[in-house]
């Protein structure tokens, strides 16, 4: 752990300064936000899955009450807006590129899933833009809707230019040293996993406030978003051809995103659109089920997993195939997601010497899937984490001590693993030791003795997770097909009495940057944190940055901060040797004070700042007056976080429940800012694991409706879901970063599901389960439970 | 359209309304009070929970012509000025919230929850909060501040 020197300095569990604003509804959502003179509007949507559009009759919806203009993709094309676009591309195996369809704002000939939009109706009331959409007639022809991706390929072809329903079919590692490999293992373990549909579900529902002002011929938008600057770019740059500072986007609180925020929507850039063309503010909120049926949804990979081991039970290869599900069209980062940011995974804690992965990315009849809370690495972990647990059981080893045997030994780092990845630092025991401690492990078969006394079954479950995040660098990036870069930026404004403004592109949506941020500030300047503020969020203001996503806030946004804050010491001490009389070498800076080295003679900071700004006493023929500093950081590697979590569970073999009764996670995340958040973020994290594994699933029928659209179908976490967390840490500080953090957002939902499917499997052993799929409902638990009796029956 | 009068946070609040206004969108839209939250159109997940005559109610389960002549607490009347309520202050020492949208209806819950049970346990407080969701905390947190907060409100446990 670090040593804390400060109260409220790096690793300080330092109380949220944001907290009171959200604790008394003083928050500041886009839906809080109005505007006089706006219109409400209401996307008419497809509630059939494929069809092609052969009319839209919008004449009755134009005369209906309050209504103040019908638009449809038509309208959208006589003005040349272009549609989103894909942020990540990769090449073929055959050598072709990705398959990037276009994806009109508004259906243009063609609807390709249950929600598409075909028109966005503007009405004084939202309830008046609803009731004219209904009266829009739109008349279909139908098409054979395609739902099951593994076999999209033989369905209907959804977009001209995506043949086979095929977007790519990408490969990573050498095929033929794997081949080599398992043709020459002991034994080679095989695996089918799915790794289910979800829906981020943030709470906050997206939601977007356009408006044009004619006289400078500009736009402001708020919307719901994780990145407001990648926004702006892509809607002024991509969608409407206007300069950068033609369009103001403000992302103001925001009530979480879990990656569903990330990309620009069309309802966004409809909305920008709409402003001008009615000449008024144009306000959208999506209710819950739009949510459902429009966000972009995450996970949905089948995986083929060949595990060879030798005859000591070390690993010699490894080959996953992958089928994904990307849904109807290729949202800003689908196609990174389960390729970058999933193949290169596969070695997780393992000293792995051959690799192989083929992922497919199929399009369906289903809204786009991208993005959520781990992005690639669950799934990764997941398949990985699901047959290190299936070896073990088959060579007959104690899961612990096939990983343990397994491991990348700590004096193997820098560590080049087959899929593309070298981690920089890493000590995977310690996280093992340490989880099976908290959870008490060596006593488990006592437990589960006690349980079985009670006619349950008792299970304990194993995952040692490897997480990238803070992706970088950009030029590797760039060469992988990547077209963005993955720096990010800070300002820092010290004031005239030293007070401190800090302008980041990175952006908090629960996050708590308000807090960490301002103590790594004053914990650098040895200030106190309340002289820091943090601004994001708004491109007017902050600058140009990427936004949050893939646990890379602190690594990134933090690190590019502390740059900033360097140089204004530098500056800050030549200003003080100036006014120490001094050379700027013997000047020392420390606990806020610039001080002559070996001298009694010092200047507090808030000194300096003032004769930045009142420089009648300064060196103004060869230093700037002023005090502020800009910062872009583009880090030369990923971060590695990992850990080992450990989950226990109670089946009832009643009613097929799993009870989730202890769980340990120790996690190695470098230095930790401050430990309060980040333990929330693996709470939450860890949350949303379980509630992929035993209770969320994003259900489409044969037709393409999605049957789980509302909270009443569609299985959230609830508190009495979950037990409590316990929550450890093992140190191996990042060498990418001169603070040393990781990244620790995305860390428990990558953890825990396999941990917990582990943990039914070890339960329901003694009945002779060996798999179990997500989500582990009662029902399925509960037939799992009655197959095996029927099998022991016979 | 009809005309409803009922008191928010002490205050006499009277609008002319249609009749199938719910509550919550007299709350937010009418008198412009936004801390009250709308996160589902189901009823399920309790970011729109106030207090009515004491009592905590999801905002969006009824009609404002229900709640005529009601006394109405919402999260901007919970505090004593500058002085936050004890289950706010216990939120904010235990990091009981994250991106803060559910927040308003959890802490509007928990006082309700911790009112008429001041020793109230760890199950009673996770079985209490079914009805609000929250997808930043794991709930971990918001269950150790309700524990705080009762604590602070004179409770036992």
Known sequence: MNEVTKIDGIGSSVRRTEDKKFLTGKGKYTDDINRPGQVQAYFLRSDVAHAKIKKIDIKNAQSAPGVVGVFTGDDIAADKVGGPICGWVVPCRDGSATKEPPHPLLAQGKVRFVGDAIAVVLAETAEQAKSGAELIDVDYEELSPVVDFENAGDGAQIHDEVPNNCYFDWELGDEKATADALSGAKKIVKLRVRNNRLVPNAMEPRCALAEFDNLDDSYTLHTTSQNPHLTRLVLAAFMFAIPESKLRVIAPDVGGGFGSKIYVYIEEAVCVWASKKVGRPVKWTADRTQAFLTDCHGRDHVNDVQLGLDENNKIVGLRVDTVCNLGAYLSAFSVVVPTYLHGTLLSGQYDIPAIYTNVKGMATNTVNVDAYRGAGRPEATYLLERTMETAAREVGMDPAEFRRINFIPKDAFPYQTQVALQYDIGDYEPHLDKAMEMIDYFNFEKRRAEAAKRGMYRGIGISSYIEACGLAPSAVVGALGGRVGQWESASVRVNPTGTISVFTGSHSHGQGHATTFAQIVADKLGIPMENVEVVHGDTDKTPFGMGSYGSRSLASGGSAISKAVDKIINKSKKIAAHLLEASEDDIDFKDGKFVVGGTDKEKAFGEIALAAYVPHNYPLETLEPGLEENAFYDPTNFVYPSGTHIAEVEVDPATGVVQVVDWAACDDFGNLVNPMIVEGQVHGGIAQGIGQALLEDAHYDENGQLLTASYMDYCMPRADDLPSFKVGYTTTPSTVNDLGVKGCGEAGAIASPPALINAVIDALSPLGVTDMSMPATPQKVWKAIQDSQSVAAE | ?157
Do not use: W
């Not at chain 2, 905590?56 to 002085?83: H, M, R, Y």
């Open chain 2, 1 to 157: 359209m009809g005309e409803i009068s009922l008191k928010l946070n002490g205050k006499l609040e009277t609008r002319d309304v249609a009749d199938n206004t719910l509550l919550v969108d007299f709350i937010r839209e009418h008198v412009g009070l936004t801390g009250t939250h709308v996160g589902c159109d189901t009823s399920q997940c309790g970011a729109c929970v106030i207090h009515l005559d004491g009592v905590s109610v999801k905002a969006c389960t009824i009609l404002a012509k229900q709640a005529e002549g009601a006394d109405i607490t919402t999260i901007e009347g919970l505090a004593d000025g500058d002085a936050l309520h004890p289950m706010q202050e216990a939120f904010h020492e235990n990091h009981g919230l994250q991106c803060g949208f559910c927040t308003p209806g959890m802490v509007m819950s928990a006082v309700e929850m911790v009112t008429k049970n001041k020793d109230i346990s760890e199950d009673e407080i996770r079985e209490g909060l079914e009805g609000n969701i929250c997808r930043c905390t794991g709930y971990h947190n918001i269950v150790q501040s309700v524990k705080a907060g009762a604590a602070k409100m004179g409770g036992k446990n």
